[in-house]
């Protein structure tokens, strides 16, 4: 059983059974503690992107089983979920999820975030229970998704961002 505890203001600690992982790591299937920097899966969809606006073939993550984390690529090159509202129809989909929050610094650890979904109705129409996101050294994010609540919803990807960020 993973259950989490808060660490600070923002950052999250998972636990594995008895054990406790120490700031910054996750709880794997096999109840051992990992840096999910060192072990995520690379997610290079391009439709993802947020300059996207084809709705031509709509994606939709409610469908999609997350299993770990996972670090954003468009193109080959390490981007990030956007922080910001996104327009309606873009990023492959009619809703397009964003983070609803900043992003971390390495020194937080890991932390949760909610994310939400733009419709005609606003930016934050639709509401996604909270993914979690750690800053990795390198200069990228991973992010640990959830299943989204709705079609057609799916996560965003764009913004390159700073080394200065982290």
Not at 55 to 83: A, I, K
Request: hydrophobic share 30%; aromatic share 12%.
């Amino acid at each position: 059983m993973i259950s989490l505890s808060p660490v600070a203001d923002s950052s999250v600690l998972f636990s594995c059974g008895a054990q406790q992982c120490p700031a910054g790591q996750d709880c794997s299937s096999a109840n051992t503690c990992y840096d999910p920097c060192q072990s995520y899966t690379s997610l290079n969809d391009s439709w993802r992107s947020t300059n996207n606006t084809d709705q031509s073939n709509l994606h939709c993550d409610q469908n999609l089983q997350w299993q770990g984390w996972y670090r954003m690529f468009l193109e080959g090159t390490s981007v990030r979920m956007p922080d910001y509202c996104v327009p309606i129809q873009r990023c492959g989909t009619h809703a397009p999820m964003w983070i609803d929050g900043t992003h971390p610094s390495i020194q937080d650890k890991v932390v949760q975030r909610g994310v939400c979904g733009s419709w005609t109705s606003g930016c934050c129409t639709f509401r996604s229970n909270p993914i979690h996101i750690k800053a990795c050294p390198g200069n990228y994010y991973v992010y640990k998704f959830v299943t989204s609540n709705n079609c057609f919803l799916a996560y965003c990807a764009g913004n390159s961002f700073p080394s200065t960020h982290l």
